[in-house]
């Protein structure tokens, strides 16, 4: 009788944790930053339709990196829970962090799972308040983890070196132009020499606090974007 293989628990998760990094690398940059009237997600997104960020509910943003076809899959039971949440008891009911807390153990589960492959995404769930100090993003990894992010987050490609400008760069109260502007030059960082990413490469969208309908969630144009840039 063969003897079966063995690995140990501590180098079966770190391969796995690599096997999830190399492919969450290979994609481009998303950026998260507040501004003075919301929050922005920008992404390096070609595609116009395959969408890197999407809706989730009235004040829920979602913004993605890794494989298409795995964070649509999570986008997708996101929407879900939202509406059957809200629909069977209330609309404020449906909160980021009980969406962040789902997408945590989803993830968490495939990860420690040894019958599949770990997922390979990252994601940020974001949800917009009546001031800047209510709103709340949320950074996953692709094991569950969790973090609360404030002020600006990057996910995805090379991501400490756009995190890395943006820090230096980013202030608080920022209008909508400056902050966009600011985040797409950051993800042009992400090589050497730096480079321009132009507005037709770009996907944008926002969570307007100062808009009066109840849904917050608006898709930037190209014009709306180029014009942020100066071009």
Do not use: C
Request: net charge negative.
């Amino acid at each position: 009788m063969t003897v079966p293989f063995y690995v140990s628990p501590e180098q079966l998760m770190k391969d796995r944790a690599d096997f999830a990094r190399k492919g969450i690398a290979r994609g481009r940059s998303v950026a998260v930053v507040q501004y003075a009237d919301g929050v922005v997600f920008v992404a390096e997104n070609p595609s116009k339709a395959l969408h890197k960020i999407s809706e989730i509910y009235d004040r829920i943003g979602f913004a993605a990196v890794g494989r298409y076809n795995e964070f649509e899959n999570l986008r997708i039971a996101g929407v879900r829970l939202a509406d059957m949440r809200g629909y069977s008891y209330d609309r404020r009911d449906v909160t980021v962090r009980g969406l962040a807390n789902a997408y945590a153990q989803t993830l968490g589960t495939i990860f420690s799972s040894g019958g599949e492959k770990p997922y390979e995404v990252e994601l940020f769930v974001a949800e917009v308040g009546e001031s800047a100090e209510a709103d709340h993003i949320y950074r996953l990894m692709y094991d569950g983890s969790v973090a609360d992010i404030r002020g600006f987050g990057v996910i995805g490609g090379q991501s400490e070196k756009v995190e890395e400008y943006l820090t230096s760069h980013y202030s608080e109260g920022l209008d909508l132009n400056a902050t966009v502007k600011l985040a797409v030059e950051a993800l042009g960082r992400d090589a050497e020499p730096a480079r321009s990413v132009p507005a037709g490469d770009l996907e944008v969208a926002i969570l307007d606090r100062s808009r009066v309908q109840a849904r917050k969630f608006k898709r930037l144009s190209t014009d709306a974007v180029a014009q942020a840039l100066g071009d």
